[in-house]
């Protein structure tokens, strides 16, 4: 796994949930779905996945909110009924790799922030971008939000 430093500007257009962190594994992805049923009405879209995530504070934070959507190229001054328009931009460690490895690259990516020092800011969201690959398994890029 190869972790960087990196600053991003997101622009998004998704569909917004909120619910326990212990569901996201199901819900999120069934958001993205209702949201990919309706991408022909965003306009200027990237194709790309992206989903949004309030980071989990401390053992007592049990809900949050989360956004299934699309990247944009362009800022969006009207967008779809029940969609929102968000823009993040961020200092953030990130990395990539298989859907199926995603527990152990936020574990790794975790680590390795520790260990060189970064602190995690809380008030910004964790994104994860999903990426099909030809003949392959779809990879995630995570980047989770720094100070």
């Given amino acids: 796994m190869e972790f960087i430093r990196v600053t991003k500007d997101f622009k998004v257009v998704g569909i917004k949930g909120s619910g326990a962190f212990v569901n996201y594994g199901t819900e999120v992805p069934a958001l993205a779905k209702q949201l990919l049923n309706r991408?022909?009405?965003i306009p200027n879209h990237s194709g790309i996945?992206?989903?949004l995530f309030e980071p989990k504070r401390d053992s007592?934070?049990?809900e949050g909110d989360y956004y299934a959507g699309l990247i944009v190229n362009d800022t969006l001054n009207e967008v779809p009924l029940g969609m929102d328009y968000?823009?993040?931009t961020q200092?953030?460690?990130?990395t990539r790799g298989k859907i199926s490895n995603l527990g152990n690259l936020h574990l790794g990516?975790?680590?390795w922030e520790i260990e060189q020092g970064y602190t995690r800011n809380l008030d910004s969201y964790i994104v994860e971008t999903y990426h099909p690959m030809e003949d392959e398994e779809e990879e995630v890029q995570?980047?989770?939000p720094i100070n």
Avoid: G
């Fill in 91 to 94: 200092h953030f460690v990130t």
């Fill in 86 to 88: 968000l823009e993040v």
């Fill in 49 to 51: 996945e992206i989903a």
């Fill in 60 to 62: 007592n934070h049990l």
């Fill in 142 to 144: 995570i980047y989770l």
């Fill in 39 to 41: 991408s022909n009405e």
């Fill in 109 to 111: 990516l975790l680590e």
